[in-house]
């Protein structure tokens, strides 16, 4: 298990091992934005561990994922759609139609104390860490993002 530890990061291997530090980290609340979760190894088995552990470690853990572009997800991450099933009173998942206007950023949020963001969709430099201001302004940005937020009718699994 990582231990989340403020840090830069650069590659897309170190913004998935900021991003799973940090899903270990949260108690009560999750908050997952990106474009497709393709970068952020969403289709991992670890990614699906680490949510799930935490699920199970922490009965007050609500988590809510949104995404811009919901076919990675669809396609790749088969785990995380188990997950939504099994926990799906305390796992939102919403698609996100496009963001606020001049926003560029992916980014999570663990219990409003912690943080990993990517500085531009388009790279995986970005940071992890526990600075008050970056934290309520991504708060509010998650905020205006959960009010785009619409279900996704891929994500639904047809049962026999």
């Known amino acids: 298990m990582a231990t989340f530890t403020p840090c830069k990061f650069e590659r897309p291997a170190q913004y998935q091992q900021a991003?799973?530090?940090l899903i270990h980290s949260?108690?009560?609340e999750l908050k997952l934005f990106e474009v497709d979760f393709g970068i952020?190894?969403?289709g991992s088995r670890a990614f699906a561990e680490a949510l799930g552990g935490r699920f199970v470690a922490c009965d007050s853990l609500k988590v809510t994922l949104l995404a811009?572009?919901?076919?990675h997800i669809a396609a790749h991450a088969p785990r995380i759609l188990d997950l939504r099933e099994t926990w799906s009173h305390r796992f939102t998942m919403l698609r996100v139609s496009q963001p606020p206007q001049l926003w560029h950023a992916a980014f999570a949020?663990?219990?409003g104390a912690r943080y990993v963001k990517r500085h531009h969709f388009d790279w995986p430099r970005g940071e992890a860490g526990?600075?008050?201001?970056?934290?309520?302004?991504l708060g509010?940005?998650?905020d205006e993002l959960l009010q785009l937020g619409?279900?996704?009718f891929s994500w639904q699994r047809m049962m026999l």
């Open 130 to 137: 526990t600075d008050t201001r970056e934290l309520a302004g």
């Open 109 to 111: 949020t663990a219990d």
């Open 26 to 28: 949260a108690e009560r």
């Open 140 to 142: 509010q940005v998650f």
């Open 40 to 42: 952020a190894g969403i």
């Open 68 to 71: 811009l572009q919901p076919e």
């Open 150 to 152: 619409e279900s996704e």
């Open 19 to 21: 991003l799973l530090a």
